[in-house]
């Protein structure tokens, strides 16, 4: 098993096979993450992104079985923050935060048409940061159209690599699709991130394999793993949730075999497990995303429970998150 590690952290590549050893077997994993950590160090540094993110709807047409923001789901108050608001927010963040990178987040809202985020792209592209966008999926045209407006990088998880598994996961929607609406976003020289759930009902250790193989494949500039959190109000209510340790190590995986992405210590991470961030930046992580949506709309986005009471907050002064980095031997950039 120490073998496989140092071939990875020497080659950056494990075969499905050696990939699967490592993720079953756990006598290794603290080698697994103090490896990860290292090729973090010598690839991108001790710097920890941070971004700013901005929930700004929660309108959803979709029907993902695990998320809270699922079409079905009336058991949830819908709100959309209007232009010129996100507009502030962004500024906000910004000029008096000092972040550098703001993450516009959604459900698959068609309220907001390529029309109309082009015109915020281009605005906010006005202030000194760069733009990211996680809205769902949109066709290739749309992806070229943002760039073209200014926006630096997209947020696309594939989910899962299985697709029995999210055929069952995500009624309605379409994996070939999915996949197509990922190369397109390589393609249209977005800065492509990707990423899938782990604890998924029936995920099995070999597709969690496969999906780190696809991750290299694109090959992906981000990588987000986030710990299934069961929402009472989807059909996934009454399933266990994902193990933190296992998204920890499919994590630690991603960074041996893509060494130079970014890879944010995600939110899931903290609401499952104190010090969940921490800990996964200390395991391959060098991104954390602040919410910042300063509103009274924040606490309706909860795609799973616990959310937006976790994870780095703007009620917790950056200053503490950047104290918290520092205590690890870290600093925000
Ligand atoms: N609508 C966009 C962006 C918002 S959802 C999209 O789907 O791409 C962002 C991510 O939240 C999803 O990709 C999914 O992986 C994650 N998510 C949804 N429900 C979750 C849950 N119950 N537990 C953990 N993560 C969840
Ligand atoms: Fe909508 Fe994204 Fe939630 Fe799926 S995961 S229901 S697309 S917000």
Redesign the pocket.
């Known amino acids: 098993m120490k073998n496989l590690i140092e071939k990875a952290v020497s080659t950056h590549s494990l075969t499905r096979e050696e990939l699967i050893l490592l993720l079953r077997d756990s006598a290794c994993d603290s080698e697994l993450f103090a490896a990860a950590d290292d090729v973090r160090r010598t690839y991108v540094g001790d710097g920890v992104h941070l971004r700013g993110l901005i929930e700004f709807s929660n309108f959803?047409r979709?029907n993902?079985c695990?998320?809270?923001?699922r079409r079905d789901n009336r058991n949830i108050f819908r709100y959309r923050i209007d232009e010129e608001t996100i507009f502030r927010l962004v500024e906000h963040a910004v000029t008096h935060m000092g972040l550098k990178t703001i993450v516009l987040?959604?459900?698959?809202d068609l309220y907001f048409t390529q029309e109309k985020l082009c015109a915020l792209i281009r605005r906010i592209k006005t202030l000194d940061a760069a733009l990211t966008l996680?809205?769902?999926?949109k066709t290739a045209e749309e992806y070229q159209a943002y760039k073209a407006a200014g926006a630096d990088r997209f947020?696309?998880?594939i989910?899962t690599t299985d697709k029995k598994l999210y055929l069952e996961n995500d009624p309605g929607m379409n994996w070939e699709n999915r996949v197509e609406c990922i190369k397109n976003l390589k393609k249209s020289g977005l800065e492509t991130g990707t990423?899938?759930?782990v604890g998924l009902p029936g995920q099995t250790i070999d597709s969690l394999a496969d999906d780190i193989l696809f991750f290299k494949s694109i090959p992906a500039d981000m990588i987000?793993i986030?710990?299934?959190?069961?929402?009472p109000d989807?059909p996934?209510a009454r399933v266990p949730a994902?193990s933190f340790r296992l998204a920890l190590k499919v994590m630690a995986l991603t960074r041996l075999l893509l060494p130079a992405i970014n890879i944010p210590a995600t939110t899931?991470m903290e609401t499952l497990e104190t010090d969940g961030q921490i800990k996964a930046l200390r395991a391959g992580a060098n991104v954390i995303m602040p919410n910042v949506t300063l509103t009274e709309y924040r606490r309706f986005y909860e795609?799973?429970p616990g959310k937006s009471a976790t994870g780095y907050t703007p009620d917790e002064s950056l200053s503490d998150v950047k104290k918290r980095i520092e205590a690890i031997g870290r600093f925000a950039v």
């Open positions: 959803c979709n993902c695990y998320c809270g923001l987040q959604s459900g698959e996680s809205i769902g999926e947020l696309l998880r989910e990423g899938v759930l987000g986030g710990p299934l959190i069961p929402h989807t996934l994902g899931a795609i799973y």
